[in-house]
């Protein structure tokens, strides 16, 4: 017998910190953790080449990005290491503004690095707050041996969000060129790509992930080596198309932006081969599918589901180009993609933007082939525009277009019919099943202090807003409607002045105020709007995490802020009014009462003339826990028996000697 057969296989030691330590290998790793990865790639790349950079995040979280920062925060020592500095922004548009300025570091005396790589993070409605900002540092430019990243988070189907939001369509307006990866590999693959992208074009880079890529754990076989894009062999970017001190007029501006900018992207993309042939044939004769990001791995796994493998792919003359480069649409992979093909179908989640600008690409085109997408070439609906996609939607889809291109008597045909068949008829069976008896309203947590805060007195109406008091839309609680974050209660300034209502109550939570609702009461005020605003200080931004608020500002800060931002009168309200009275040094005229007294308060407030403020001080139930929980772990290490019941959480049982939960 061969002694090899008797040896056991080699395994190697796995650990945690593979993710972050290996260089090349299989790691196990989630798609927020490959984000915060990125720069210390980075960071590696750059220090192979002989450059000493630095680097610099800032953002705001949210959904399908809401604990990036938390991600980002358990690497802090790593970061540290290679001169990376986190900075949670205050909100969106200021993180952005701060990002921007990492790259004008030849603008000011005693420059540490040769240049600093930036990193912004923010979901779909961050983009929108911050489209200013991101327009002035587009237009601006970026420093050669920096780069931007432009890292947004959209939620196509409004799991997490006010509003389903897509956010590629906004910034190409801003010329922001975007990548879209479909999986974990491809976050690192077009992270580094966009930096690189960032420097060579002088353009910020955006890169657009969705829920299914930020928040899957996959099993990534990778090499920085192959990661590491392939930069044009004489840079000559810093006159051209980087960031300079000097202000040019607004159409040079514009002009080195069509002229001189976007034109680079397409040659970037090219040579680190973004776009490519990844299914079937690779000049389809039939079929050709069109489609990037999360929508790949559904045509893929919708072909599968009609029996399309790709060797029958190539028999039937059906390719899939995946687009890493979803703005501006390359022409060139396009063009030698499609050339042959008698039909386009390009497979894209929400509004069509892949397709429209093909449409145009291939306006002056000698020949060529039909295009479907949201709708077939006779104008039938095919693809939804307004809501997610999924395998077995797509596979439908794809099924009917491939019969209409091949010919009836082609031997795949009848087993293709008969497969879309089934797959129709098992989707109609599903439509038809009654859930309706199924569903649950969301509802506040068990011990959560929006069951008291959120309650109004009888006649009064409220205004919901960002955050977990939102879920009041789905209560009897009379909200009005939710308004974007930091405008809470401001729709109240128009609509008071037309209605025979008087006074309304608005929520706003701490994490709010910090970020931009502070001035929503500064409005109000102006405005001598009646209105009551209740301010929820639970500690921590809960609906995202349970990260800490970033300004810290303390129940007295607050207090002292609103009552110079013009609020008439200010009534704290709080779990624990003595821990209050105690720690906070409270203005004489700001009474702090037991939250019982908070239904009694409202009504007095309500006949106060012009805006007035309750805060209502209470912590977060699931962090409460979270805290407990972790003051009970960190005891019974030490030795200490905690009593849950009084343990305030604090984690600190080092003072176990003193603590009155003992």
């Given at each position: 017998?061969?002694?090899?057969?008797?040896?056991?296989?080699?395994?190697?030691?796995?650990?945690?910190?593979?993710?972050?330590?290996?260089?090349?290998?299989?790691?196990?790793?989630?798609?927020?953790?490959?984000?915060?990865?990125?720069?210390?790639?980075?960071?590696?790349?750059?220090?192979?080449?002989?450059l000493?950079?630095?680097?610099?995040i800032?953002?705001?979280?949210?959904?399908?990005?809401?604990?990036?920062?938390?991600?980002?925060?358990?690497?802090?020592?790593?970061?540290?290491?290679?001169?990376?500095?986190?900075?949670?922004?205050?909100?969106?548009?200021?993180?952005?503004?701060?990002?921007?300025?990492?790259?004008?570091?030849?603008?000011?005396?005693?420059?540490?690095v040769?240049?600093?790589?930036?990193?912004?993070?923010?979901?779909?409605?961050?983009?929108?707050?911050?489209?200013?900002?991101?327009?002035?540092?587009?237009?601006?430019?970026?420093?050669?041996?920096?780069?931007?990243?432009?890292?947004?988070?959209?939620?196509?189907?409004?799991?997490?969000?006010?509003?389903?939001?897509?956010?590629?369509?906004?910034?190409?307006?801003?010329?922001?060129?975007?990548?879209?990866?479909?999986?974990?590999?491809?976050?690192?693959?077009?992270?580094?790509?966009?930096f690189?992208?960032?420097?060579?074009c002088?353009?910020?880079?955006?890169?657009?992930?969705?829920?299914?890529?930020?928040?899957?754990?996959?099993?990534?076989?990778?090499?920085?080596?192959?990661?590491?894009?392939?930069?044009?062999?004489?840079?000559?970017?810093?006159?051209?198309?980087?960031?300079?001190?000097?202000?040019?007029?607004?159409?040079?501006?514009?002009?080195?932006?069509?002229?001189?900018?976007?034109?680079?992207?397409?040659?970037?993309?090219?040579?680190?081969?973004?776009?490519?042939?990844?299914?079937?044939?690779?000049?389809?004769?039939?079929?050709?599918?069109?489609?990037?990001?999360?929508?790949?791995?559904?045509?893929?796994?919708?072909?599968?589901?009609?029996?399309?493998?790709?060797?029958?792919?190539?028999?039937?003359?059906?390719?899939?180009?995946?687009?890493?480069?979803i703005?501006?649409?390359?022409?060139?992979?396009?063009?030698?993609?499609?050339?042959?093909?008698?039909?386009?179908?390009?497979?894209?989640?929400?509004?069509?933007?892949?397709?429209?600008?093909?449409?145009?690409?291939?306006?002056?085109?000698?020949?060529?082939?039909?295009?479907?997408?949201?709708?077939?070439?006779?104008?039938?609906?095919?693809?939804?525009?307004?809501?997610?996609?999924?395998?077995?939607?797509?596979?439908?889809?794809?099924?009917?277009?491939?019969?209409?291109v091949?010919?009836?008597?082609?031997?795949?045909?009848?087993?293709?019919?008969?497969?879309?068949?089934?797959?129709?008829?098992?989707?109609?069976?599903?439509?038809?099943?009654?859930?309706?008896?199924?569903?649950?309203?969301?509802?506040?947590?068990?011990?959560?202090?929006?069951?008291?805060?959120?309650?109004?007195?009888?006649?009064?109406f409220?205004?919901?807003?960002?955050?977990?008091?939102?879920?009041?839309q789905?209560?009897?609680?009379?909200p009005?409607?939710?308004?974007?974050?930091?405008?809470?209660?401001?729709?109240?300034?128009?609509?008071?002045?037309?209605?025979?209502?008087?006074?309304?109550?608005?929520?706003?939570?701490?994490?709010?105020?910090?970020?931009?609702?502070?001035?929503?009461?500064?409005?109000?005020a102006?405005?001598?709007?009646?209105?009551?605003?209740?301010?929820?200080?639970?500690?921590?931004?809960?609906?995202?995490g349970?990260?800490?608020?970033?300004?810290g500002?303390?129940?007295?800060?607050?207090?002292?802020?609103?009552?110079?931002?013009?609020?008439?009168?200010?009534?704290?309200?709080?779990?624990?009014?003595?821990?209050?009275?105690?720690?906070?040094?409270?203005?004489?005229?700001?009474?702090?009462?037991?939250?019982?007294h908070?239904?009694?308060?409202?009504?007095?407030?309500?006949?106060?003339?012009?805006?007035?403020?309750?805060?209502?001080?209470?912590?977060?139930?699931?962090?409460?826990?979270?805290?407990?929980?972790?003051?009970?772990?960190?005891?019974?290490?030490?030795?200490?028996?905690?009593?849950?019941?009084?343990?305030?959480?604090?984690?600190?049982?080092?003072?176990?000697?003193?603590?009155?939960?003992?």
């Amino acid at each position: 017998m061969n002694d090899k057969l008797l040896k056991a296989p080699v395994m190697r030691e796995v650990l945690l910190s593979d993710k972050f330590d290996l260089t090349d290998g299989a790691i196990f790793i989630t798609g927020k953790q490959a984000l915060s990865r990125v720069p210390l790639l980075q960071r590696e790349l750059d220090s192979r080449r002989g450059l000493r950079t630095a680097g610099y995040i800032s953002g705001y979280r949210g959904s399908p990005l809401g604990t990036v920062d938390n991600e980002l925060l358990k690497i802090a020592d790593r970061l540290k290491a290679a001169d990376i500095v986190f900075e949670p922004g205050l909100n969106e548009d200021l993180a952005m503004t701060a990002v921007w300025g990492s790259q004008q570091i030849d603008f000011v005396p005693g420059r540490r690095v040769d240049g600093v790589f930036g990193m912004w993070y923010g979901k779909g409605p961050g983009v929108d707050r911050s489209g200013d900002a991101i327009k002035h540092a587009n237009m601006s430019g970026t420093h050669p041996n920096g780069g931007v990243l432009l890292v947004f988070g959209d939620d196509h189907a409004g799991k997490s969000s006010s509003l389903a939001h897509q956010s590629d369509l906004a910034l190409a307006a801003h010329e922001v060129p975007i990548l879209y990866p479909s999986d974990v590999h491809d976050i690192f693959k077009f992270g580094l790509a966009g930096f690189a992208m960032s420097r060579e074009c002088g353009l910020l880079a955006g890169l657009k992930l969705v829920n299914e890529t930020a928040d899957c754990t996959q099993a990534v076989d990778f090499s920085l080596d192959e990661l590491a894009p392939v930069l044009e062999e004489k840079s000559t970017v810093r006159n051209e198309v980087s960031i300079r001190v000097e202000m040019l007029a607004v159409t040079a501006q514009d002009q080195r932006i069509v002229r001189n900018k976007l034109p680079r992207v397409h040659a970037f993309t090219r040579r680190n081969g973004i776009d490519r042939v990844a299914f079937g044939a690779v000049n389809p004769s039939r079929l050709g599918i069109v489609t990037a990001g999360k929508a790949f791995q559904d045509v893929v796994d919708g072909l599968r589901l009609i029996g399309v493998d790709d060797a029958v792919a190539r028999r039937l003359g059906i390719g899939v180009l995946k687009v890493g480069l979803i703005y501006p649409l390359d022409p060139e992979p396009l063009n030698t993609f499609a050339r042959d093909a008698a039909e386009l179908l390009f497979v894209e989640e929400k509004r069509p933007h892949m397709e429209f600008q093909a449409a145009a690409l291939m306006y002056h085109w000698a020949r060529r082939p039909n295009i479907s997408g949201k709708r077939t070439p006779d104008g039938e609906e095919l693809l939804p525009a307004d809501e997610p996609l999924d395998a077995a939607t797509v596979a439908l889809a794809i099924g009917l277009r491939i019969l209409a291109v091949i010919p009836a008597d082609l031997a795949e045909a009848a087993a293709l019919r008969s497969a879309i068949e089934g797959l129709f008829g098992r989707m109609e069976s599903f439509k038809q099943v009654d859930v309706g008896p199924l569903a649950r309203r969301p509802v506040f947590c068990s011990g959560c202090p929006h069951n008291r805060s959120t309650k109004l007195p009888d006649g009064s109406f409220g205004v919901a807003g960002i955050g977990c008091h939102g879920l009041v839309q789905f209560m009897d609680r009379n909200p009005l409607p939710c308004t974007h974050m930091g405008a809470e209660g401001v729709n109240w300034i128009g609509l008071s002045h037309f209605t025979d209502t008087k006074h309304v109550f608005v929520n706003l939570g701490d994490g709010t105020f910090s970020h931009s609702g502070s001035l929503a009461i500064r409005a109000a005020a102006a405005s001598d709007a009646n209105v009551t605003f209740k301010i929820l200080v639970n500690d921590v931004v809960a609906m995202t995490g349970g990260q800490t608020v970033e300004s810290g500002l303390s129940v007295e800060a607050i207090v002292r802020q609103v009552l110079l931002e013009g609020a008439k009168r200010v009534v704290v309200v709080a779990e624990d009014p003595d821990a209050v009275r105690s720690g906070q040094s409270m203005p004489a005229e700001v009474a702090v009462l037991h939250r019982t007294h908070m239904e009694n308060v409202q009504r007095e407030l309500r006949k106060v003339p012009g805006t007035t403020v309750i805060v209502y001080v209470q912590v977060c139930a699931t962090e409460k826990r979270k805290r407990r929980k972790r003051g009970q772990v960190a005891a019974a290490s030490k030795r200490v028996v905690i009593n849950p019941a009084v343990c305030e959480g604090c984690g600190d049982c080092s003072r176990a000697s003193n603590c009155m939960s003992v």
